[in-house]
């Protein structure tokens, strides 16, 4: 579940990113600590063509 964050996958595309960004060393710290599905998450995203890179640790 994505509780939290925005249904609207372009925002929530900068959000996740910015998080990211400044907050989080990786996915799986942000949703751990946010307590999200990573895989709801990545298939939420992928539909508007974005997948993690986590050599970047952003979605690109």
């Known amino acids: 579940m994505l509780a939290g964050l925005p249904g609207d996958p372009i925002i929530l595309l900068g959000v996740v990113n910015t998080k990211l960004r400044d907050f989080y060393p990786s996915l799986d710290a942000l949703c751990d600590d946010m307590q999200i599905d990573e895989k709801e998450l990545k298939e939420k995203l992928g539909m508007i ?3 993690y890179d986590a050599g970047r640790n952003q979605f690109v």
């Open 49 to 51: 063509d974005y997948e």
